[in-house]
């Protein structure tokens, strides 16, 4: 009798495992295979947030299903592009989002020319919904008459008639600014402009309703994270330079703009010398904390913005890959005391001269840095490499015309 119980327990046993091995992975994966989606009420909008402000990108239709990424409190992360659109929880219900496909991202990208139908299928078809004018849109694949995309989370067709070329975000480059510069020992420098030139452009973008973005915010565009509207520029400045706390820091603040000051490290003191126009001084640790509201301080090499003596070119061309590492690694260090010694908020770079080489993009990266940035002059594309951003110098030769062309990506 004691056999027969022990075997019938030990069928049971192997019964359970049975189970366990077979049976529940398998329910598991279901579970997991089940994916979120939305259904909007009615017709409703999804929305970029720059800033304080969100611009309109998608309408989703009601009796559409699309799916989300995510949600917090007020907004469902609706799929779109190479990231995502918020809409507005009490305009859509929450539902099981069917046949959940993995999408590629878009490597290239377009602008809509105006409000554009999304079809589910590339010939005449029900609409999935629409995408607003000025758009940048990425791309999956084409054929002769329609682009790919990805519009909540499902294959969407627009025709390529409908859209234009996208030229790249413009990325800014400033150094030295000043008043009367005619009159001072700077007037033959073309990397020294006049404040009044600087002025009307930045007044030039706020009239025309250009948005100023981060770093971070182009990383994540360059890495297939996010969404991005046409009009977005990236503001830099390079050496760190008085003028660009003494000058441009009122008007960016009072614009309710934000830019990048790459500064050179090792002329980083506590504090800059009182400021004289004519002379070119730099910004100390105090100047940096004061204006970390309008400016993200970052890395423009340590002792290295100079030529080796007989070189045609920079230092981060002409030495080592040890000696440019220890270089970058150095002006982290010391940047990173304006900011409680965090070593990890410097990645973004723009090399001294623009000059690099292979070694250089190396040994850029290996020191942690995402984005580098070059002096060509170009807008930045989405498949650009991230270690040879162009940028658009300004030159005190630069006429509006100039500027807004260096805007458009025609310059």
């Not at 590339?122 to 004018?133: A, F, R, T």
């Not at 070329?165 to 420098?189: C, E, R």
Request: contains cysteine; hydrophobic residues 35%.
């Amino acid at each position: 009798m004691d056999i027969i119980k022990l075997n019938i327990r030990h069928f049971t046993m192997v019964f359970l495992l049975i189970i366990t091995l077979f049976c529940n992975p398998f329910e598991s994966k279901a579970q997991e295979s089940l994916s979120q989606g939305i259904k909007p009420l009615f017709n409703i909008g999804g929305y970029v947030h720059m800033g304080n402000e969100k611009m309109g990108f998608a309408t989703f239709m009601k009796g559409q299903t699309y799916y989300i990424e995510s949600e917090d409190e007020k907004f469902y992360h609706v799929s779109f592009g190479n990231g995502f659109v918020n809409v507005d929880k009490n305009h859509a219900e929450k539902v099981e989002f069917p046949n959940k496909q993995v999408l590629e991202k878009g490597t290239s990208s377009v602008i809509a020319k105006n409000r554009l139908v999304v079809f589910s299928q590339p010939k005449s078809s029900p609409s999935l919904g629409y995408v607003n004018s000025n758009v940048r849109i990425p791309i999956i694949k084409e054929d002769k008459e329609f682009y790919e995309i990805n519009f909540g989370g499902s294959k969407g067709y627009i025709k390529k008639l409908q859209t234009r070329t996208d030229n790249g975000i413009p990325v800014l480059m400033y150094h030295h600014m000043m008043h009367n510069k005619a009159q001072s020992n700077q007037a033959f420098n073309n990397m020294t402009i006049e404040y009044k030139q600087f002025e009307d452009q930045m007044r030039y973008l706020k009239e025309n309703k250009w948005k100023t973005i981060s770093m971070q915010q182009l990383d994540d565009w360059l890495t297939y994270q996010t969404n991005l509207p046409e009009k977005v520029v990236a503001i830099t400045f390079d050496d760190g330079i008085t003028s660009t706390v003494d000058l441009a820091y009122p008007l960016l603040k009072d614009l309710d703009f934000h830019a990048t000051s790459f500064v050179i490290t090792g002329k980083i003191r506590q504090s800059s010398d009182y400021w004289i126009a004519s002379d070119l001084q730099y910004v100390g640790l105090k100047e940096i904390r004061e204006t970390s509201d309008v400016y993200d301080y970052q890395h423009h090499s340590n002792d290295m913005h100079l030529y080796k003596p007989g070189a045609r070119s920079g230092m981060y061309t002409t030495e080592s890959y040890d000696a440019i590492l220890k270089d970058i690694q150095k002006g982290t260090a010391q940047l990173g005391k304006a900011f409680s010694n965090d070593l990890l908020r410097t990645k973004y770079l723009a090399y001294p001269f623009g000059h690099y080489n292979q070694t250089t993009i190396q040994a850029t990266q290996d020191a942690g840095i995402r984005l580098a940035f070059t002096t060509m002059t170009g807008n930045v594309k989405l498949s650009d490499s991230p270690y040879e951003l162009k940028r658009q110098g300004i030159a005190p030769y630069h006429s509006m015309e100039d500027f807004i062309r260096k805007l458009e990506g025609t310059y």
